[in-house]
């Protein structure tokens, strides 16, 4: 019985290791063939999402999956769409939220013009958000958003900005614990069963393809969010992406992040300091 | 030896004659005898003598004569060769002889000689006939001339032998042919044996290689080519050797050729071969090319009878074979031409039949085929049995397809078939079953839409629900063969359930049995009702239900029951009763009916309801005109009161302003306050300086006097010198009392910042205070509670000067019970309006509790002020400056604390300072202006002992001199703001602002004043306003950067002004930072100064440094060269605008894509540009794309900047048509090796 049972845990094992060299093959292919570079990211929300890309696409193993991917591009899309880093919403932190709203909205109005950067933007929800914020705090006019991510297709989904009418309904509620003055629903327009972002908005966006993984800095930011993409980096890789929003920061910007991330690979996390506790919203305190 | 003895006679004679000298004649005689010739006779003096010496003289010359011609003939004959005769002149006696016989020999010696030349000369021309005569003149010869001559003779002979066999052997050879010939010379030897040998065997060879040639020649003749000339020969034979060898190579070729040519074509049918032999040239080359037209002659004759033989297979009957052939071939193709027209003419027989059947429908052709026999008799026989059968089968189908034309769909086809045809007829058959059926199922449908049509028509526009249901029965009835019917309408009215009411009813006669109403559920018609469903009955009992005719009745066989259904809900039920079975398309219009019905009722329903609620909404428009007058009088008023509370307000803004104005004043009261304040705090730092230092010598001096070292002092005096003493120390120290304070006031105090442990408290304050407290008899308690950090992050000489002097404070004004000192954690206490505290995420209490005379309340808060005691006749008993609380409270206020009193007369009085757990601001220039701590170094050095003040409160002034000692961290620190800036209370906030910071502050009000002040004295820092009265702020930036001494003090502007994009960046190139007024603006202005006093060390290193890794600029071969830099980074712009600028290169930049294209339009000089490719609105691809498309830039280098590293993202620069790209944050050495590499060609 217990004989059987480590049999069956060495199996399980070598199956494992033999799938970790496939997966390694795997990104090291994708890097070298399409230029992203996901091998430094988290395994284990990799493999999720590579289990669930290869049952869609009905293959066995991830050699084979490999196979597909290196010779088809449209394959390589969908694995960038199903691997599921493109998971986002409104107001997806209303606290955080409230807290752009009350701590660095006021600091923005004393800059004569600022700039916002979204960085892992996905199919731009958040941006929109952050743009409504600005808009009702009425520095939308002097503030340039910068939203980018690694994925065109998202970045396509972005771009036109129209998202299912019942899904932004319910943002409505995040909304207003974010401290949101009127209703969000005044800053779409609706068309069927779409809800369409308003001009003004699209206006202020500036959307760009951009990794985290391979670029580099393209300009100074008043505030830089970057909310649950660090969690999809190992170690290093957030030590990277850190090092890249900390330069890309003015003195005295402010770095918010998503609820389950931190400083804890951020090499520069002395010159940090949080601006609300519980708030993953921080301040470049280098001056 | 005659001639002598002659001459001796001579002589004597001579001799004898007398007369003659006989001395001289003896003398020539001597001479001649000697043979000396040359001697003569001189003519003596007599005759005798005279012809005595004529004749010796005549014998002499003789003598000489003969003996000179001998000489020369000998010469002539042995030494030239020519015989001639010696001749002596007139010679007579024996010279003459002697000459004869000279001459005699040389003709004998002469003579053989001469035949031997003559043989000699005869051989050397080839005549071998000649031979030496044996004899000359008939005298044979003898000797030595005798064996010359025969040997003579033998070689002659022998020579002509040799020549005789040569020639033979060369005639036999060479002439005749006769090969293998020797040459037979005998009896030589030497050379001669040697020529032979050669000759034969040269013949020896000449036969061999001849031999051999005619060998091969004759192996050729008879068609051996594999001989080969093998024999090994030189010269002109070796040519001859390769000629034949080529020759014999030649035909061997030839031959092959010929014979494979013959084999290709002959042997193995493969057509179109032809010989093909290299290098044959004359009749070899006709006689291949005559072989090579057998060839193709024979492959086109065989080529077209294949030809037209394959059209005949492949069914084209036309070709013809038109060979130009002759012979058996020409026969051949005659044949095959007739067989073809046979063939064809069978053809068209067969095809005309086919087609008249098959194709044009001509049925019964029959083919003929003259002449036909054999097999194609037999074809033909069977095309035109096929022919006959396909007629009568396809009559069969076309007589039944034209009945089903017709509309006839009983006829079906009956001919007898198979296979195929079989299939069709079957098809065909069942074909035109299912048209039968799909014809009656469309009737029944025509009917059904027919009707209900009619039926919907006929409902349309009914009111009335009790006409429609009679106009139903009375309709429905008759056209579904029904003899009965009833109409049961649904009615919920007046509190009753729900149920159905008879409403209508064809044929109908009321019984007593039958109900005029139904609830659901009862009877078949509430069934009906309850499950929305049809029901039918067949076969019904015979009293169920009779039909009634004025001449009889009769029972129904069938019934059926209709629900009429809405959206689910029954509006009616429908039954009717037939003799006959409904017929399924009865039942399908039925229920199709009910739907119509349905809707039509509802409609009927739907249009009483509506018109129920226009009545009713007519009503309460009315009422609703009513209400809307009430409003419109409540908004009047409303309106009336808005008036009135606008004239409230104005009201209220008037006061509003004159209260600011009022608050102005007193601001602008309580800066020239502060100012004042300011300027006595300075001038007492000054003068209590002024006054130490004459103090200090006095002191000294007081001192050595007191000491009396030379004992001639009187005690008096010594006590007078000792009060001095002690009168200047307590002067002493009330002045470095007033200098600290003024110090601190005036801000001039340089904290020394460490983390001091707490542990070091008890025993300093055991140290200082126990043998205090013994002396006074107090209790002194020192109590550490509990929770209190390690260390705490402050100056602790600051710390213990503050606790010494509220200590030492407590022991003074405390007669009796006990001074206790507690240092524990605090979490409230302080004044709510210290941020310093309350921002402080740890606090700590440092509490001195006393059980002395107490403060009143009134006087609590005074006592803190400076020279203040609570009492001032207190000063008299208790001594002291008053100053120490002052210095204090400001001490603590330096360390981010405050000092709180709690006391009561007569019971104690409760000192506590608290202080935040995080380090005070620390200052860290020293000042450039203060220069009394140099003159307090001064001090320390010329007493360096004897002023130090001991005791209880005030231990200012021995710190003040540990950290002056110390040198290096210095004393006071400060830094130099100036603030332009028009508003007073604004400028007075910024001072405000930065007094924490220990930073001297001045404000100036206009642009003039700000130059003329930044032109007098150096600042860290420049804050400038934008809107100035006069000079405006943006000139005041253009003087600035004109000047060098100026521009280089860091400017920060500050303002209420909305800037554009453009002027935020022509003011980023000025300005260290921008501040735009705002209600947070102060906080970040803080830090903005801060960040610039602090100097650019601390600066980060987002601008990076760009100076690093550029070239010199003196040789930089860019020089010159004009950039335009595209991006809206403006970190970027100014930090390649710094670099390119170092190049000597002329800059330009814009910040958006638009604006470049815009620059490009005016500017034909742009060398390069550097253009970024993330910008917003029009991003770099496109612009980089559109400026390719003008012709003012054309094909000038374009080099992008991406921050991107992504494949395809650097691809995707060149597409848009940039010469090249770099990646961001750029590398300036590859910046500018790149440039180099597109300008400098």
Redesign the interface.
Known sequence: MRRSEGAALRIERARTDLEEIEIQLLLEGIRLC???DFREYALSPLRRGLTAAMAHEGVQTVSAYQDRILHDAACMQRFLGTVGFNVTGMFRDPELMRCVREEVV??L?????SRVWVAGCATGEEVYALAVLLDEAGVLN?T?I?ATD?NDDTLTVARVGSYPLDRVRRYEDAYAASGGQANLADHYSIAGRTARFNRKLHGSI?W????LV???????FHLILCANVLIYFRASLQERAHRLMY?SL???GFLALGKRESLLHCPDRDHYEQVRDGVNLFRKM?? | MATKTAVKRTAQRVNGTGGIDSTTMLRILAAVQRGDFSARMPAGSSSSARKVAAALNAVIESNERLEREIRRFSRSIGKEGQVKHAAIGHAGGTWASTLDAVNDLVEDLSQPNTEIARVISAVANGDLSQTMALEIEGRPLQGQFLTTAKTVNTMVGQLNAFAGEVTRVAREVGTEGKLGGQAQVRGVAGIWKDLTDNVNLMAGNLTSQVRNIAEVTTAVQQGDLSKKITVDVRGEILELKQTINTMVDQLNAFAKEVTRVAREVGTDGKLGGQANVEGVAGTWKDLTDNVNIMASNLTDQVRGIARVVTAVANGNLKGKLTLEAKGEIAELADTINSMTDTLAVFAQQVTTVAREVGAEGRLGGQANVPGAAGTWRDLTDNVNQLSATLTTQVRAIAEVATAVTKGDLTQSIRVDAKGEVANLKDNINEMIGNLRVTTEKNTEQDWLKTNLTRFTRMLQGQRDPMTVSKMILSELAPLVHAEHGVFYGMVDTNGRAAHLALQAGYAYKQRKNVPMEFVLGEGLVGQCALEKKRIVLKNVPKDYIKINSALGESVPANIVVLPVLFEGEVRAVIELASFEPFSATHIDFLDQLAESIGIVLNTIDANSRTEDLLTQSQSLATELQSQQDQLQRTNDELAGKARQLAEQNAEIEQRRLEVESSKALVEEKAEQLALTSRYKSEFLANMSHELRTPLNSLLILAQELAANPDGNLLPKQIEYATIIRSSGTDLLKLINDILDLSKIESGTVALDIGNWPLTELRPMLERTFRHVAEATKLAFQIDLRPGLPETIPTDPQRLQQILNNLLSNAFKFTEKGKVEFIAEMAIGGWSPTNENLNRASKVVAFRVVDTGIGIPYEKQQSIFESFAQADGSTSRKYGGTGLGLSICRELTRLLGGEIRLQSEPGVGSIFTVYLPLIAPIQPRRPAPLDTLESRAGDLSEISPEPVLVTGGGDRSWQAERASSAHGTKGVEATWSLLVVEDDPVQRQYISDLMAPTNTRTIGVANGDEALAMLREQKFDCVVLDLGLPGMSGWRVIEELQTSDALGSTPLLVYTAKDLTRKEEIKLGKAAKSIVIKDARSPERLKQEISAILQGPGTEDEAGGEPGANGADPASSALAGKKALVVDDDIRNIFALTAMLERQQMEVVSVDSGQEALELLHLNEDIDVALVDVMMPEMDGYVTMTKMRELKSFGDRPIIALTAKAMKGDREKCIEAGASDYIAKPVNNAHLLSMLKSWLVR
């Open positions: 399409y230029g992203y006021p600091l109005r004393t800059y004569p013009s002097k340039s910068y690694m500036t760009a393809r951009h990794s391979t670029d580099g800095s393209f300009n100074d330069d003015i003195r005295g280098r001056w």
